[in-house]
């Protein structure tokens, strides 16, 4: 991998990560409204899901393939 490939991956997984903690609060507000919407929150727990699923496979990606 070349540093240039490594920063822009690290750029694109802060980006996601600060959607990911976006989303999160968004929850958090969801929840605590008078009358939760049960289906935006779920459309959310959904999203952020899918945010931290790309998240881990790009981590995945900036480890070393090293065979012990």
Do not use: G, R
């Amino acid at each position: 991998m070349t540093l240039d490939h490594s920063t822009h991956l690290n750029h694109y997984m802060n980006v996601i990560a600060q959607q990911h903690a976006s989303i999160n609060e968004q929850i958090l507000q969801l929840q605590k409204e008078l009358t939760p919407n049960d289906f935006a929150i779920h459309k959310a727990k959904k999203e952020k899901l899918h945010l931290k699923d790309m998240l881990v496979k790009l981590h995945a990606h900036t480890l070393p393939n090293i065979i012990a």
